[in-house]
């Protein structure tokens, strides 16, 4: 049979579907014909085997065989109505009873040949079913749908029954599967031993066997992890174009006597993190890098390295931080290090006044700021630099891809020709700037191959030297008392500690707000200095809050999330957070990882009174676990890839099929392929591959003039 449809058209005109089950499919995603063969299956039930009647056992649900012998409609009480329908399957016989659903007496003919599937009881000496499912065989040869075999669940959505979609991605199956093209070249398919596409596909919706359906369940998660692949292969080829105008030839002394003022010895994992950055940005060819290691592990200096030997090349170096906070806390840290070694360093905020940002904009693009350390503000349209080098993006987790790529253009960006360069001998640089990446929120294997898989990543693997593990105490309220006691004891010794809360003010009952935790604890310590810090603050608010905490004039700092990340006071050593059920794992662990930054003992404690089980799990766990790779992992089965990647993470591709954790083996051997077909085919060019890039541009991870890799 030929289609004349497309995969684009509206499943509106497929028959069976109409503009009432229209609205109701794109409900389930289902929009264009070609959703329908990737709306997969939740499971499947075993319908099988068809049984006689005296087969019956009435253990489990079964499907029995017959012929409608007769069948009526009872109107009963209260206008309820009760139908009955006795198959016969020649030698005994079974009936199915429904209530209330008289239109089966036109659904259930007499005579015709129909499946029961149910579960059988006794009636006297007869079988009876009550709601069975049934399946009506008009044509006795035709393949059966719905009982008989493998029979796929679908993720449904009100109105909408098993039987209508099921019969919908059947119907589709068995007239347009013809439409679709496989992207896999056969040459790599008989040599992975994946079955073909039109056949994976019938077999994951109407498997014939368990094993074929896990046979198709290989070969269309390959498919995913295959084609995100050669996206990301693509992608790494292109950033790696040779760029030799960004070349940083010697400048090793600076970072030398950088590293020499920071007042500690680098740890390994921090010297070869170091090695390496220095190392991509010496070959003409623009770094793509992430540096991961645990929260404290010490990665600023290894961005600050960075930038200074940017600097030492005569280039400028951008720094941006997730909020204002620890943007102003690098700018501190990086003006202590960077002015005594004659590099300027900038400041840019939102909440900033017009006038100082036209300075700093004005002195970024005439090249008389060497290092600029900001927020978002970064990437807003009018920032231009006169010869950027170098771009950090720190506690990258928090931006969206689509945030990193547009501070990466500002490379590309010629200052405006009315602007003389302050320094004439180094001209504009016209290619990408060197793009250095850190995270604290530990990536588990799996999602650095799929969402990094275009970036080099260096680990940071080991904690400075003295620290001792932070001890963490999940607690109900009956404990406060003892939680305050140790926090007054350590103040009294001369640390600080920190106090979150979910909420600035009060919205609902459940949850403290900063604001009444402030008020509470000023009364309970009026002896010691507590302050107030929350995301609404203006900015020079923060600021000084922020530098009377580290210059200790505040001994317990009341805090939302702001101090979520980053923020750096080696001399906290408690940190309280209260409400804890309203926090993820990985929040969980940026908060902790407030303390413990020096070589003090640490606690942290988390206030929850929650009783459901998904919390206890959750916080149990935390109270055990010390390292942020176990955590993520631990995140990562949990609640899914999302919440590691953050929510703002829009580019990364939502899997239809395959899971991260459970089919790390598939993605890796997909990775592998991918990087030999890149090798061999870097723009995907050669005819065999002609099907490849169709799917590509289909799924829209590749454009027509290039790719982009960020599926919108
Ligand atoms: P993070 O990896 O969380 O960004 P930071 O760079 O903020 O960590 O470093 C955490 C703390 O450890 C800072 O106070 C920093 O000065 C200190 N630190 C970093 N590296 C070392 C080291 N090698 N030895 C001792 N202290 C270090
Ligand atoms: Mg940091």
Redesign the pocket.
Known sequence: MTSKLSLNNSVQYLRGVGPERHKLLARLGLRRLGDVFYFFPRRHEIRWPVKKVSELTGEEKECVRGRVASRGLVRMRHGQTLFRAVLSDGQKAVFGTWFNQPYLVKAIPSGSVVTFYGKAEREGRQWKMVHPEYEIHADPDAESIHSGRLVPIYPLTEDLSQKAVRQIVFRVLTDHLMLLEDPIPPALRARLGLEELRTALRQIHFPDSEARRRGAYRRLVFDEFFMMQAVVQMKKNEFQKEAPEILHAGGDGVVQRLLGS??????EG?KSAVEEVLHDMKRGRPMNRLVQ???????????AAALAFTAANGFQGALMAPTEVLAQ?HYF?LSRLFEPIGISCGFLAQSMKPREKEEVLSRALDGGIKILVGTHALIEERVRFHRLGLVVV??QHKFGVFQREVLLQKGHMAPSATQAPADASCPPSAGRAHFLL?T?TPIPRTLALTLYGDLDIST?RE????RKPIQTFWVGEDRRGEVYALLDALIAKGRQGYVVCPLIDEKSFSSKSVLTAHKELAAIFSHRNVGLLHGRMKGAEKEQVMRDFRERRIDLLVSTVVIE??????NASLVIVENAERFGLAQLHQLR?RVG??SEESFCVLFSDSAAAETAERLAAFEKMESGFDIAEKDLKLRGAGDIVGEKQHGFPRLRIGDLVQDMGILIEARKEAERLVAEDPRLESPKNRSLRNALRCRRLLEPRGFTGVVP
């Open positions: 920071a007042g500690f010895a680098l740890t921090q290691g645990d929260v404290g592990s010490g990665k600023t200096i290894v961005s806390q840290t720190d506690e850190t604290a940071i904690l400075p030297g003295g990340v980053g923020v750096d006071v080696p990882g930054r020096g």
